[in-house]
């Protein structure tokens, strides 16, 4: 999941207001990450057993991008981009159009580039790993047109099975540990870290956003405070009180993403919904984290 979405989630859960921008933004990472994930649940289910995947694989070769998923196997690495549009999506003349309205990217000229910058990659493996590509559209209500000359397949919801049994009946082999380290190796040095991180909320908000510890299984912020413990009354999930604080105090720094100055003792115990003593939230926290600022205001250096 990306920082964004892991920001926007809690953003959600702590009933913080959104801007409009913010509120389009959750939809469409929203809508793109349950997209990723339902395809993904179709590749375990239909695909090899001997497959890897690698998600939201962001690189730079050259320039930097993103692959939604690769599915590696031992001769064929398949690069996968998941459109979760609800709609027709045209392609011409080089430009995308959803329902009519002109996009700002030229998806497909980027997905040509991207599976030939992966080939470079997969090439740096062995040269006899052979790169395909498959633009998923996993919308039920989706519909497209896109000139021929592709280097990748379109692969609608309805085909999608099929698409992978046929990519399961070439590639249903072993990958030795070997192989796979290597891969790994290569994988890992083209790696870069994706440049959209979230924007802090505005710190003025924090006396509004919800307060309490909300439970680590189900996501309830029906919990109470035991002796070492904290128990949820819906599931009945208990959780040292040590890693309930520093699980919350990790909500609060992605809320406010470019000012770790909001870590501080007194934050972290406010925003526990005073569940957690200060004492035992200064343990938990000192254990891990540098602590830094002047005397006055002393803070967590959480880094995410
Ligand atoms: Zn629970």
């Given at each position: 999941m990306s920082k964004k979405l892991e920001q926007l989630l809690i953003c959600g859960n702590r009933e913080a207001l959104l801007s409009k921008e913010m509120e389009k933004e959750f939809y469409n990472l929203e809508q793109g990450f349950r997209g990723e994930n339902e395809q993904l649940e179709w590749f375990k289910k239909y695909g090899s057993e001997h497959w890897h995947y690698v998600s939201n694989y962001w690189f730079n070769h050259g320039k930097l991008m993103e692959a939604d998923m690769l599915v590696i196997s031992e001769q064929e690495w398949l690069v996968i981009e998941v459109k979760n549009y609800h709609g027709l999506f045209e392609y011409k003349d080089g430009e995308c159009y959803i329902n009519g309205r002109l996009m700002s990217d030229d998806q497909v000229a980027k997905m040509n580039h991207r599976l030939n910058r992966i080939r470079h990659i997969g090439a740096e493996v062995s040269t006899e790993i052979k790169v395909v590509g498959a633009m998923v559209f996993?919308?039920?209500?989706s519909d497209v047109r896109l000139e021929n000359g592709n280097e990748f397949d379109v692969v609608m919801r309805n085909q999608l099975q099929r698409f992978i049994r046929n990519f399961r009946e070439r590639n249903d082999y072993p990958l030795s540990n070997q192989k796979l380290e290597r891969v790994s190796r290569v994988l890992k040095k083209h790696q870069a870290t994706s440049p959209f991180v979230p924007k802090s909320l505005p710190l003025e908000t924090f006396a509004e956003l919800r307060k309490g510890i909300t439970c680590k299984a189900c996501g309830s912020f029906e919990t109470q405070s035991k002796y070492k413990s904290i128990k949820c009354r819906s599931c009945l999930t208990t959780e040292h009180k040590h890693e309930a604080a520093l699980r919350t105090a990790y909500q609060l720094r992605y809320l406010y993403y470019d000012h770790p100055e909001m870590l501080t003792r007194r934050n972290i115990y406010e925003f526990c919904g005073k569940l957690i003593s200060e004492r035992t939230i200064s343990r938990a926290l000192t254990s891990r984290y540098k602590i830094i600022g002047a005397t006055s205001s002393l803070y967590y250096d959480i880094q995410i």
């Open positions: 996993i919308n039920e209500h």
